[in-house]
C-alpha cells in the first residue's frame, strides 16, 4: 500500500512509524516497522508490517492523502445529536452539538494521521465516567472498522486538582516528545481546569498541542478558555454545572458512535449530585467504585498514582472483582460517615449550621479511599439528612480545605465569590481555589496560616447565610 510516513514514535534503537494512506474507501492509517530510517513526511510503500521507501515517481500522492483524511473527518460524526429524553439535558446537548462535532472532526483527523492524544481527565467520579466514555467510543470506532485506524498514540493521564499548570504543561510536552507527527498532537481536558490559575499551562500547552476542552465548572467573567475553539461547557449555552462533565464527554463520544453507555452516565450524575441523575441503585455503586478506584489506584492499576480507562474496564467487566469493591467502598464509607458526625464541631447560625471537621484525624495513612473532597460530600448529604434541613460543612486535611454548601443554600452563600474574597485578601497564603457553588475547595501554600483561614472562611460563610450576595 502507498502512503506517507505521519507520525513517527520514537522507541529506543527501533522507532515505530505510522503510514497514513488513501484509497476508494477513504483513508487508513497502519502501524509499520522501517528497514531502514524513514523521514516524517517520506512517501512509502508497506507490506506485512514493514515500510520500505517509494520510488520517487510514486511520492506525488500526498496532497491526495491530506484531501482524504480531511473528507473523513468532515464525514464520520454523527449529525443527529444525541437525546437521552430529559427536557433539560436535550436542550443543552442540542445547543451545544455544533461545536461538539467540529471538536469530534478534529479528533478524528488526529487519529487518521497517528498524532499523539493525551486525555487528562479530573481523578473523581464524573472525570474518570467522561474518560471511560470516550475510550468506549474510540474502540468501538476502531474495533468495527468505521475508522481505518487499528491502533491509536492515545495516552490516558489521570489529573489530581482542578486547575493546568506549567507543570502539567511540562510533563505533557515531554511525553508528546517522544513522537513526530505531521499534525500537532492534541490535549482532551476532562472535567477540570476552568479557573484563572490555568491560564498560564494552558498558553504553554498551546505552543505544542491542539486542545480540546470538556468541562462544566461556572465560567469566571473573562475566561480566557471561553474564546478557544474546541472549549465546550454547558455554561456557554444556557446550562449550567447539573450537565456533568461526564455526561458532556459521553455526549461527545456519540459524536462517533452510539455505544450504551446510560449506566456510566448516571454514575456520572449520581457522582456530582447532579440533580438530572435518575435512580440510586446500581448506578450508585458504579459511582462509588469509581470514587474508589480513583482514590486508591493501586486496587485497578499498575501504575503508581495512574489509572487508566482500560484498568476501569477491566474491573467493570469482572463481575465478582467489581461487586467485591463497591461493598467494601459503602462499608468504609459507612463507618467512617458515623465517626466524622460524631466529630463534627456544629456552629449554629441564623437557620441553619455550618459544621467543621479535622480529617487528618480520621484518615487511616494506609488507606486512601475516600479522598477529603468526595468524603465531603458524602458527609454534608448525611449531616443534611440528620438535621432536617440544609446545611453547610468545612472539612480540612492538611494544607487542604473542601468546603460544601447544601443546594437550597447555594444562592445565598455563593460559594465561589467567599473564595474569591478570601483569594484577594490573602494572595499568598493560598494557591488555588475554586469548584462550585455548592462544592469547592482551597489549597493553602501551608498549615502555618490554617486556623486563621479557617477561622475567617467560616465567618465570611456566616455573613452570606444571613445576608445572602450582599
Not at 33 to 56: C, D, H, Q, R
Not at 223 to 232: D, I, L, V
Not at 296 to 311: C, I, V
Request: charged share 25%; with cysteine.
Amino acid at each position: 500500500m502507498e502512503g506517507i510516513i505521519s507520525c513517527i514514535k520514537h522507541s529506543g534503537m527501533n522507532p515505530v512509524y505510522y503510514v497514513a494512506s488513501a484509497s476508494a474507501s477513504g483513508a487508513t492509517l497502519e502501524e509499520a516497522k522501517g528497514i531502514e530510517m524513514l523521514s516524517l513526511g517520506e512517501a512509502v510503500n508497506t507490506e506485512n508490517g514493514i515500510a520500505y521507501p517509494a520510488p520517487k515517481e510514486q511520492g506525488l500522492f500526498n496532497g491526495g492523502i491530506s484531501s482524504a483524511i480531511s473528507e473523513e473527518a468532515a464525514r464520520l460524526p454523527i449529525m443527529e445529536p444525541y437525546l437521552t429524553g430529559s427536557q433539560e439535558i436535550d436542550r443543552t446537548t442540542r445547543a451545544m452539538w455544533d461545536s461538539l462535532i467540529a471538536s469530534s472532526s478534529m479528533l478524528v483527523k488526529k487519529l487518521l494521521y497517528g498524532a499523539p492524544v493525551l486525555v487528562r481527565f479530573h481523578n473523581d467520579a464524573d472525570g474518570s465516567s467522561g474518560a471511560y466514555c470516550l475510550y468506549l467510543a474510540l474502540s468501538e470506532l476502531m474495533g468495527t472498522g468505521k475508522l481505518a485506524v487499528k491502533k491509536s498514540n492515545t495516552v490516558w493521564l489521570m489529573h489530581k486538582g482542578v486547575t493546568y499548570s506549567e507543570y502539567d504543561a511540562a510533563s505533557d510536552i515531554l511525553i508528546s516528545n517522544n513522537y513526530e507527527s505531521l499534525e500537532k498532537p492534541l490535549l482532551v481536558l476532562i472535567d477540570f481546569g476552568t479557573a484563572p490559575e490555568s491560564e498560564a499551562g494552558i498558553h504553554a500547552a498551546e505552543k505544542r498541542f491542539d486542545i480540546l476542552w470538556l468541562d462544566h465548572h461556572p465560567v469566571p467573567e473573562g475566561f480566557f478558555g471561553s474564546r478557544m475553539a474546541h472549549y465546550s461547557n454547558p455554561w456557554l449555552f444556557e446550562g449550567d454545572s447539573n450537565y456533568t462533565a461526564g455526561f458532556l464527554a459521553s455526549a461527545f463520544s456519540k459524536t462517533l458512535c452510539r455505544s450504551d453507555t446510560i449506566m456510566i452516565e448516571n454514575a456520572s450524575l449520581i457522582g456530582d449530585y447532579s440533580s438530572y441523575r435518575v435512580g440510586d441503585g446500581n448506578d450508585n455503586g458504579i459511582s462509588l467504585l469509581l470514587d474508589l478506584l480513583t482514590s486508591d489506584t493501586k486496587l485497578a492499576s499498575s501504575a503508581p498514582g495512574n489509572l487508566t480507562p482500560m484498568d476501569i474496564a477491566a474491573v467493570l467487566e469482572n463481575k465478582t472483582r467489581r461487586e467485591e469493591l463497591i461493598s467494601y467502598a459503602r462499608v468504609r464509607l459507612g463507618e467512617l460517615l458515623g465517626e466524622a458526625v460524631k466529630s463534627v464541631k456544629e456552629y449554629r447560625y441564623a437557620d441553619t449550621c455550618v459544621y467543621l471537621l479535622d480529617f487528618s484525624k480520621m484518615r487511616d495513612d494506609g488507606v486512601k479511599y475516600p479522598l477529603p473532597g468526595r468524603f465531603s460530600s458524602k458527609l454534608l448529604g448525611k449531616l443534611s439528612e440528620l438535621r432536617g434541613s440544609p446545611c453547610v460543612l468545612v472539612l480540612h486535611f492538611d494544607s487542604y480545605l473542601s468546603i460544601r454548601v447544601d443546594k437550597q443554600l447555594a444562592s445565598r452563600v455563593m460559594l465561589l465569590e467567599v473564595i474569591r474574597e478570601m483569594r484577594e485578601r490573602h494572595p499568598s497564603d493560598i494557591i488555588s481555589g475554586g469548584g462550585h457553588q455548592s462544592a469547592a475547595s482551597i489549597k493553602l501554600s501551608g498549615e502555618s496560616e490554617k486556623k486563621r483561614m479557617l477561622s475567617e472562611l467560616v465567618q465570611l460563610i456566616k455573613a452570606r447565610l444571613s445576608y445572602g450576595t450582599a
